[in-house]
């Protein structure tokens, strides 16, 4: 079932970048894609702290719908907020969304490196 979810957390987003009324380019679909793999890897380092009774959640949401539905419930809020991302950004103009996802993705990569500086690892 995690595979399944994993597997729709990387085909629905890409399909997003083809449903507005003007297509994505290029630039546009590797930012969205460099997002999707960050919030795959930031979602695999959630669940190793989350799992780990030495390690607490700084983000108060993922702690509380990681109590709520477990490794599935943190899965589904990812999945749910990268296809979120996904949709803002295509309803914005080309200039928008460009910037949009490079601010998504130093927020995303910048808490991936946070957490490997402090030696989280990962689990899926």
Do not use: C
Not at 5 to 21: E, M, R, T
Not at 37 to 43: L, S, V
């Amino acid at each position: 079932m995690k595979a399944l979810f994993i597997i729709i957390l990387l085909i629905i987003p890409y399909s997003l970048a083809y449903a507005g009324d003007v297509k994505w380019d290029k630039k546009e679909k590797a930012l969205y894609g460099a997002f999707i793999a960050g919030q795959i890897i930031n979602y695999a380092q959630a669940n190793y702290v989350l799992a780990h009774p030495d390690w607490y959640e700084i983000n108060p949401v993922l702690d509380f719908v990681y109590n709520q539905g477990g490794e599935l419930g943190l899965l589904a809020w990812k999945a749910g907020s990268s296809a979120l991302v996904g949709l803002i950004t295509d309803r914005v103009s080309h200039k928008w969304r460009k910037r949009i996802l490079v601010g998504v993705n130093t927020v995303v990569w910048g808490l991936i490196g946070h957490d490997l500086y402090f030696g989280v690892g990962f689990r899926f």
